[in-house]
């Protein structure tokens, strides 16, 4: 018993994680419908951002905050410089993926060719120990947590309760419909792709600080287990994405105590794959047809 | 000529015809019917090692040095036949889970957890295929004609994929210019015309699935044998990009556009790369590729869309619709 309640609380932080960049990764695609598969590259961009903030001597907690803004101008910026131009130029769907795949696979080689392959960490203190039922978190992981609440919270209140939460949600529901209202689309997808991009960057940091050491393509690495939370909670979903993060989050830890570590990932792609069998629009969401991408 | 320059004609020759058996496997299930595989690397690596396994004899030999399943000595045309029997067979079961029930959206993400689940399994059971040290030793059957001397049994090998090729190629333009063919394009460009004229569009997006995946378990095997190795950093799931960026520069739906952008992307970056005056550190290379192969792709989708070699395109005078633009996959509006 203690084994599993201890591989939950390591599930429970990692979900906070991945809870974190899979709301932003989902929420983009609800306004956009355009899959980025560079959002990884975007991760840990941010990452090393706060790495060099940190070697400066910088507070981790600080550099997270500027890391976020950073990936949220950075994610601002790839949009309106490349992904909404092409859009414009006449690409669908799925020629978009290939775009924002090119575009993940130039950052992370480009970082990589200039940082070298070696493992990077933080230079930040675990923190005292908290004491829970039968598991023990550090103060770092603890706030990592509470940072991941918020987070998603905010995201969900602010789509709820906000003109411009309402305007995302509208521009998901029916773009055209939106568009004639007067919501100003573009600014909405400009915003869209700016609050996935901080989401990106807290939680590159925040998986980076969780593994403790990170290369160039450790975003991208970690970017099929967020992808399969998203899937998993019904993409374009951001509340499902949360509850997708947490059976993926404590799927994979307990399978990591009970089973082979390293195929713990195994596991939360089998159930993935089998929920997407029995329910092929994932667990929280409509069946909906499928959408062109917003111009 | 020199017996080092023989051996790197003969491994670029060997290269080329690989990758263009894989893109067009790759391109019958994208550039003609529009089916987004980000899996396809998967069904290379799967005959790789089914070649492997039915080639290199039981693993107790060689001391035991590597663990892998099956283990059969079989003679030449078998372990290539075997590789592309279990690449469809392992298409079928993917398709099957895949192409029926999920939206086009979802597809595309599901094969691409597909393919990085599978390099996991690869990696960490270490009784599949000798994990993440791969297979070693694997016999190139042309090594089997003991008479010849080295230079002349790599020939035959050269030959021998050349011949491959050849009827793989034939078989891409009996299916692609055909009846068939005309219904696989619609399926890409309007499902709904193509169901309303009563023919089976996900019947037909399993078949090119299975083909393409028996296309791509082909090119494995004759990699595998040619190399004599094959580990799981050999399939990782951005090397599919690579098939993807071939199709896209070459012509998407064109056999021979395909074929050229086979030769230009999978061989001719990485040896172009070596030439480059920038020194010779592997990492910044091997980086360089892949930003290359980035940049290309984005050129072309923005440049050039219809690819170098463009698929051409049956025009009828009295047709009203515009001809469909730019990338198309399965699904707009």
């Known amino acids: 018993m203690a084994l599993f309640t201890s591989a939950v609380g390591f599930g429970v932080v990692t979900a906070a994680i991945l809870a974190i960049s899979a709301v932003g990764f989902t929420l983009q695609f609800s306004v956009t419908n355009v899959f980025n598969l560079a959002f990884g590259s975007v991760m840990?961009?941010?990452?090393?951002?706060?790495?060099?903030?940190?070697?400066?001597?910088?507070?981790?907690?600080?550099?997270?905050?500027?890391?976020?803004?950073?990936?949220?101008?950075?994610?601002?910026?790839?949009?309106?410089?490349?992904?909404?131009?092409?859009?414009?130029?006449?690409?669908?769907?799925?020629?978009m993926v290939i775009v924002t795949i090119s575009v993940g696979l130039i950052t992370d080689h480009a970082l990589q060719a200039a940082v070298g392959p070696s493992f990077f960490s933080y230079n930040a203190p675990p923190g005292r120990a908290f004491h829970f039922a039968d598991f023990v978190l550090t103060g770092q992981e603890l706030l990592i947590v509470v940072i991941a609440v918020v987070l998603t919270a905010l995201t969900q209140a602010g789509l709820r309760y906000t003109r411009l939460g309402k305007a995302m949600r509208g521009l998901s529901a029916n773009p055209a419909l939106a568009r004639a209202c007067g919501i100003p689309t573009r600014r909405v997808v400009a915003l869209?792709?700016?609050?996935?991009?901080?989401?990106?960057?807290?939680?590159?940091?925040?998986?980076?600080?969780?593994?403790?050491?990170?290369?160039?393509?450790?975003?991208?690495?970690?970017?099929?287990?967020?992808i399969a939370a998203a899937v998993l909670g019904g993409i374009g979903s951001p509340r499902g994405a949360v509850v997708g993060a947490l059976l993926v989050g404590v799927l994979t830890e307990v399978g990591a105590a009970y089973w082979n570590p390293e195929l713990k990932d195994v596991l939360a792609f089998g159930v993935l794959i089998a929920v997407l069998l029995i329910r092929p629009q994932g667990l929280f969401k409509q069946l909906a047809t499928e959408r062109a991408i917003v111009r | 000529m020199s017996a080092a320059t023989q051996y790197y004609i003969a491994t670029i020759l060997v290269y080329i015809c690989v990758d263009v058996i894989a893109c067009w496997g790759l391109d019958l299930q994208f550039g003609v019917t529009g089916v987004l595989n980000f899996a396809f690397v998967l069904f290379q690596a799967v005959g790789a090692y089914t070649a492997a396994m039915l080639s290199l004899g039981p693993s107790s030999t060689s001391g035991g040095f590597q663990q892998y399943l099956v283990g059969l000595k079989l003679p030449f045309p078998l372990p290539i036949l075997g590789a592309m029997l279990v690449g469809a067979a392992l298409s079928g079961v993917v398709g099957l889970i895949t192409l029926r029930r999920l939206r086009s959206d979802y597809q595309a993400m599901v094969m691409l957890v597909i393919s990085?689940?599978?390099?996991?399994?690869?990696?960490?059971?270490?009784?599949?295929?000798?994990?993440?040290?791969?297979?070693?030793l694997i016999p190139n059957p042309a090594q089997s004609l003991s008479s010849l001397n080295h230079e002349t049994q790599t020939w035959v090998f050269v030959g021998l994929c050349a011949v491959l090729t050849l009827i793989v190629g034939?078989?891409?333009?009996?299916?692609?210019?055909?009846?068939?063919?005309?219904?696989?394009?619609?399926v890409r460009e309007n499902e709904a015309a193509i169901e309303a004229m009563g023919r089976n569009s996900t019947k037909a997006r399993l078949q090119v699935f299975v083909i393409g995946g028996m296309f791509g378990a082909l090119s494995g095997a004759l990699l595998a044998e040619f190399i004599g190795a094959w580990a799981p950093s050999e399939w990782v799931y951005p090397e599919t990009f690579v098939f993807f960026t071939a199709v896209i520069v070459g012509g998407?739906?064109?056999?021979?556009?395909?074929?050229?952008?086979?030769?230009?992307?999978g061989v001719g970056?990485?040896?172009?790369?070596?030439?480059?005056?920038?020194?010779?550190d592997p990492i910044v290379l091997a980086s360089l590729e892949w930003i290359i192969t980035g940049v290309l792709?984005?050129?072309?989708?923005?440049?050039?869309?219809?690819?170098?070699?463009?698929?051409?395109?049956?025009?009828?005078?009295?047709?009203?619709?515009p001809p469909a633009r730019a990338i198309d996959g399965a699904v707009t509006s």
């Open chain 1, 44 to 95: 840990t961009l941010s990452g090393f951002v706060a790495y060099w903030l940190n070697q400066g001597g910088m507070s981790i907690w600080i550099a997270m905050a500027i890391a976020g803004l950073c990936g949220g101008v950075l994610s601002m910026l790839v949009n309106e410089l490349l992904y909404a131009r092409f859009i414009r130029h006449g690409l669908n769907l799925f020629g």
């Open chain 1, 192 to 226: 869209a792709w700016f609050t996935s991009g901080v989401l990106a960057g807290v939680g590159g940091v925040a998986l980076f600080l969780d593994i403790s050491t990170f290369t160039a393509t450790t975003g991208s690495e970690f970017l099929i287990l967020i």
């Open chain 2, 116 to 136: 990085v689940v599978a390099t996991v399994i690869a990696e960490s059971v270490i009784g599949l295929a000798n994990g993440t040290a791969g297979l070693a």
């Open chain 2, 170 to 186: 034939i078989v891409m333009y009996a299916l692609v210019y055909s009846p068939y063919g005309r219904v696989l394009r619609g």
């Open chain 2, 252 to 265: 998407r739906g064109s056999v021979s556009g395909v074929a050229l952008g086979a030769a230009l992307v």
């Open chain 2, 269 to 280: 970056v990485q040896q172009a790369v070596q030439y480059l005056p920038i020194g010779g």
């Open chain 2, 297 to 321: 792709t984005l050129t072309f989708l923005w440049v050039r869309p219809q690819g170098l070699l463009p698929e051409r395109r049956r025009r009828f005078r009295s047709s009203t619709v």
